[in-house]
């Protein structure tokens, strides 16, 4: 068995989805492991306050116990929570395979292309 942590970084925004101003912007990053479904997540980001062309280092971290040859899928989404309207930043969906589970630095670009979410992916043996 191994653990896998996610340490979710830069988040670089695009597209803050603010003709005027900018932010109201709110992130959550989720794994998920197979076999098993064993899920962790960060919960809801605090609000961030940023506009296009910005960043911010989101240094939460996730973490599941899988099986060597099991998978894991590395979620993230962020969204513009507008008084009236929640316009989505996009959203990542990766999957990693088994022993190395995809182990070190990526960065992906939101499925709506609003913004490049960065993380590290780090595989450590479960002791028995
Ligand atoms: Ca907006
Ligand atoms: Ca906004």
Do not use: C
Request: hydrophobic share 30%; no cysteine; glycine share 12%.
């Amino acid at each position: 068995m191994k653990t896998v942590t996610v340490r979710f970084g830069r988040i670089d925004i695009h597209n803050d989805n603010d003709n005027w101003g900018s932010g109201e912007l709110f992130f959550i990053g989720r794994i998920i492991s197979s076999p098993g479904d064993n899920a962790d997540d960060t919960g809801l980001s605090d609000q961030v306050n940023k506009n296009s062309g910005e960043g911010w280092d989101d240094s939460r971290s996730v973490s599941v116990i899988v099986p060597d040859d099991g998978r894991v899928t590395v979620l993230y989404e962020g969204y513009d929570d507008d008084t009236t309207t929640q316009e989505t930043l996009g959203s990542i969906s990766d999957e990693y395979a088994g022993p190395e589970f995809g182990v070190g630095g990526h960065a992906q670009l939101s499925s709506n292309r609003k913004m490049t979410v960065s993380y590290y992916i780090s595989v450590t043996d479960v002791l028995s």
